[in-house]
C-alpha cells in the first residue's frame, strides 16, 4: 500500500482490520491534500480482499478539528468547488465500499471531522469527545452531508439545533441522540473499535452485510442528492466578504460580532 503523507495506514494481516488515521498535526484540520490522500487509501482498501474491515482514526491527540480555513478561505467559487467536490467523494468513498467501516474517535470530531464520521457504518467514542457543526459560528455550512445525514441520524429539530447554532454534543449526548453507538473510556477506543470490527468480521455474513449495506444506503441517497445545492451555496459562501472576515476573526482570536452581517457577496 502507498505511503500517504496526511494519513497513516496500518494492516494487521493476522485480525484483516486496517487503521486509516488522519494525520495532519496539530489539530487534524482537512485540508485538500488530505481529502486525496484519504480517498486514495480507502480505495486500495477496498479493494484488496486481505482487508475485512476499515476503522478511520487519528495518528493526533484530536479526532478532526474541520476544515483548514487558511485554505479555503483563499478559494474562488471555482476553487472551492473542485475542494468541496474532492470532498464529497471522500465522504462517499466511505459509505461506497462495502466492508466495515468503524470510526474510533477521540477529542474533538466537529464540521468536517463529524461528517467524516456519520459516512462510517459505527461510531465508537472516548468518553472525553466531541460532536458537531460549528460551521455557522465561522460563517460556512455544512456542506459535506451535514445537511442531510444529521437530520437522518438525529432527528431534524435535534439536527437544526446543532446545525443553526453550532452547538456541540459530548460523547454522552451524542450516544443518546443515536449519533455515536458506544462510548468507552478514553484510550480504549481504538481496542473497542476493533473489538467491534472482529465481532463482525467472525460472526456477520460478508455478502448479507455487504446487501443490507447497500440497501440502506440507496435510502440516505435520497437526501444525499441535495449535496449538489449544498455544495454550489458552500462555494459561494466562502467566496463571500463575510466569510472572509469571520474565518479571519476567528483563526486570529478575536472577538466574533455575531451581528455582523455583510451578506453572500463576492469579495
Known amino acids: 500500500m ?18 486509516v488515521r488522519l494525520d495532519n498535526p496539530p489539530q487534524n ?3 485538500l491534500e488530505l ?14 480482499d486481505a482487508i475485512d474491515a476499515i476503522i478511520l482514526g487519528t495518528a493526533q491527540d484530536v479526532f478532526c478539528s474541520g476544515a483548514d480555513l487558511d485554505e479555503i478561505s483563499g478559494l474562488d467559487a471555482e476553487e472551492g468547488n473542485r475542494w468541496l467536490t474532492a ?14 467501516t468503524i470510526a474510533a474517535v477521540e477529542r474533538t470530531c466537529v464540521a468536517g471531522g463529524n461528517e467524516l464520521v456519520m459516512g ?14 460549528p460551521e455557522v459560528l465561522v460563517g460556512s455550512t455544512a456542506a459535506g452531508g451535514g445537511l442531510q445525514l444529521l437530520p437522518l441520524i438525529v432527528g431534524e429539530k435535534r439536527a437544526r439545533e446543532m446545525l443553526l447554532t453550532g452547538d456541540l ?3 454522552e449526548e451524542a450516544e443518546r441522540f443515536g449519533l455515536v453507538n458506544r462510548v468507552v473510556e478514553d484510550a480504549t477506543t481504538d481496542d473497542k473499535a476493533v473489538k467491534l470490527a472482529l465481532d463482525i468480521i467472525e460472526n456477520s455474513s460478508p455478502q448479507a452485510y455487504r446487501m443490507m449495506k447497500a440497501v ?22 466562502w467566496n463571500s466578504t463575510e466569510f472572509d472576515e469571520r474565518a479571519r476573526e476567528f483563526l486570529t482570536n478575536e472577538e466574533l460580532d455575531p451581528r455582523s452581517f455583510t451578506g453572500v457577496r463576492p469579495k
Open 120 to 133: 462510517c457504518d459505527l461510531i465508537v467514542a472516548g468518553e472525553s469527545a466531541t460532536f458537531g457543526q
Open 216 to 237: 440502506m444506503k440507496s435510502w440516505t441517497n435520497l437526501a444525499m442528492h441535495h449535496r449538489e445545492m449544498a455544495r454550489e451555496m458552500t462555494a459561494a459562501v
Open 35 to 48: 481529502l486525496l490522500d484519504l480517498k486514495d487509501a480507502l480505495d486500495e482498501m477496498d479493494t484488496d
Open 29 to 31: 484540520v482537512i485540508d
Open 87 to 100: 470532498y464529497m467523494d471522500t465522504v462517499d468513498r466511505l459509505r461506497d465500499t462495502g466492508k466495515p
Open 169 to 171: 454534543l459530548s460523547a
Open 2 to 19: 502507498r505511503d500517504h503523507d496526511k494519513v497513516a495506514v496500518d494492516h494487521d494481516e493476522d485480525s484483516g482490520i486496517a487503521f
